[in-house]
Structure formats: structure tokens, C-alpha cells
């Protein structure tokens, strides 16, 4: 079945770093462009950066902080967060196009917080 698990997510101080994975199976990983996603407590899930071949960030807030990377030989895709405020924390999730048609996983819980 189509799965996908997050992990890497924790609680840190301002300006501090975490790397998230996302780990994908039951489908053909590398014929995939791949995003992730943050939902802040009260709010709308949102689109922060996608790969395909290049990473696009499409958050202007994480620009320069954060580093998405996939792995196709491992199935895996990635999110470097540096420099991480307050404002970053949320539950942070991975998905592929088109959205309705695979299962949301659990998500990871980032906190930022001093």
C-alpha cells in the first residue's frame, strides 16, 4: 500500500537546526516531484517547498534557511531547517501530486521555542 512516514522533527531553541525525512513506499518514488507541507496550530496546512529535479521554495520565509533534498535510490525526501524561529513551528508533512489521492501520513511535530 501507498505509505508515507515523517520523522525528524522536535522541540528547539530559536536558531537552532533539525533535518526532517520523509520515507515513502508503494509507489514509484523517482517518476515523483515531491513537497512539503506545514500546519501551524488553528491553521490551513501549506505548501513551504517541492523538488523534482530542483528544489523550489515557495515560503519566501524559509528561503535561505531551509534545504529540501530527495534521495530517489532510497526513496526518501528531505528538509534541512537552520535558523529555526518560532514562527517554523507546526506539523510538518510530505506529500505528491496529485493530494487527494494518496494518504496524508501522521506528520512530524516541529516546536520552536526558548
Known amino acids: 500500500q501507498e505509505q508515507l512516514v515523517e520523522s525528524g522533527g522536535g522541540l528547539v531553541q530559536p536558531g537552532g537546526s533539525l533535518r526532517l525525512s520523509c520515507a515513502a513506499s508503494g509507489m514509484i518514488f523517482s517518476r515523483r516531484t515531491w513537497g512539503w507541507y506545514r500546519q501551524g496550530l488553528g491553521k490551513q496546512r501549506e505548501l513551504i517547498a517541492y523538488?523534482?529535479?530542483?528544489?523550489?521554495y515557495v515560503d519566501s520565509f524559509v528561503k535561505g534557511r531551509f534545504v529540501l533534498s530527495r534521495d530517489n535510490a532510497k526513496n526518501m525526501v528531505y528538509l534541512a531547517m537552520s535558523d529555526l524561529k518560532p514562527e517554523d513551528t507546526g506539523v510538518y508533512y510530505c506529500?505528491?501530486?496529485?493530494?487527494?489521492?494518496?494518504?496524508w501520513g501522521q506528520g512530524t511535530q516541529v516546536t520552536v521555542s526558548s
Open positions: 506529500h505528491t501530486p496529485p493530494e487527494w489521492a494518496i494518504q
Open positions: 523538488v523534482g529535479n530542483i528544489p523550489i
